[in-house]
């Protein structure tokens, strides 16, 4: 497609290319692997031996009538510690590279094959120009329309969430982005699979596919 929505030709894609098929197993492992090494993991809570308050025994075992207590930082009470709270940890593992990069491969075929997927025939911004980059998301029907409700009172309704594959790193397209709510665009040496599937749409120009392909033929044979 032209960045006006038209179409301007066809691409054959190989599934081969992308590693044939995809592996919703490993897929999912690796996409839950780099969910768990982004939590900071800084929770942390106060155990009864770090809460304030005495270890003495709140009243005697026998001859009160009443059930038998002990220190009022049980977390049986109120202000007292909490039982098998969490604390400070690192979520943090790996899986082997050939996986993650396989499972990044998978993710790019599994939006070609869903046809969430949209070829540019090229992607230009000699300065930043948001309104330039919403006009093109606009004729590629990805931003939705603004309604109005009431007197006085007009509200958008946000399009589906995109990301944007260049094929290199490009500062005006990048700051003519930063502002459009659900986009992003990154150069596809930086994909990963959580990045991929966490967008609903993906938008690749014919430079950035050819260098995926390339890449990928790449990885198969190292």
């Given at each position: 497609?032209?960045?006006?929505?038209?179409?301007?030709?066809?691409?054959?894609?190989?599934?081969?290319?992308?590693?044939?098929?995809?592996?919703?197993?490993?897929?999912?492992?690796?996409?839950?692997?780099q969910l768990a090494n982004k939590r900071a993991g800084t929770h942390s809570t106060?155990?009864?031996?770090?809460?304030?308050?005495?270890?003495?025994?709140?009243?005697?075992?026998?001859?009160?009538?009443?059930?038998?207590?002990?220190?009022?930082?049980?977390?049986?009470?109120?202000?007292?510690?909490?039982?098998?709270?969490?604390?400070?940890?690192?979520?943090?593992?790996?899986?082997?590279?050939?996986?993650?990069?396989?499972?990044?491969?998978?993710?790019?075929?599994?939006?070609?094959?869903?046809?969430?997927?949209?070829?540019?025939?090229?992607?230009?911004?000699?300065?930043?120009?948001?309104?330039?980059?919403?006009?093109?998301?606009?004729?590629?029907?990805?931003?939705?329309?603004?309604?109005?409700?009431?007197?006085?009172?007009?509200?958008?309704?946000?399009?589906?969430?995109?990301?944007?594959?260049?094929?290199?790193?490009?500062?005006?397209?990048?700051?003519?982005?930063?502002?459009?709510?659900?986009?992003?665009?990154?150069?596809?040496?930086?994909?990963?699979?959580?990045?991929?599937?966490?967008?609903?749409?993906?938008?690749?120009?014919?430079?950035?596919?050819?260098?995926?392909?390339?890449?990928?033929k790449v990885i198969e044979s190292a």
């Open positions: 497609m032209s960045t006006e929505g038209k179409e301007v030709g066809t691409v054959e894609i190989d599934p081969a290319d992308f590693g044939g098929s995809v592996n919703r197993q490993l897929l999912h492992d690796v996409v839950l692997m106060l155990r009864r031996g770090e809460v304030a308050g005495s270890t003495k025994k709140i009243f005697r075992q026998k001859g009160t009538g009443r059930a038998r207590a002990g220190t009022k930082r049980t977390n049986k009470r109120r202000g007292g510690g909490t039982a098998k709270g969490p604390k400070p940890r690192d979520y943090e593992y790996h899986m082997p590279k050939k996986a993650v990069r396989a499972a990044t491969r998978m993710a790019v075929l599994s939006k070609l094959q869903d046809q969430e997927t949209i070829i540019l025939d090229k992607l230009d911004f000699t300065a930043v120009k948001t309104s330039q980059m919403s006009k093109i998301l606009g004729a590629l029907n990805l931003r939705g329309k603004k309604d109005v409700v009431g007197k006085g009172f007009d509200k958008r309704i946000d399009g589906v969430t995109c990301l944007v594959g260049i094929d290199k790193a490009n500062e005006h397209i990048w700051l003519s982005t930063r502002n459009i709510q659900g986009i992003a665009v990154m150069p596809v040496n930086d994909f990963n699979a959580l990045t991929i599937m966490r967008q609903k749409r993906l938008i690749l120009t014919r430079d950035a596919l050819e260098a995926l392909r390339t890449g990928s």
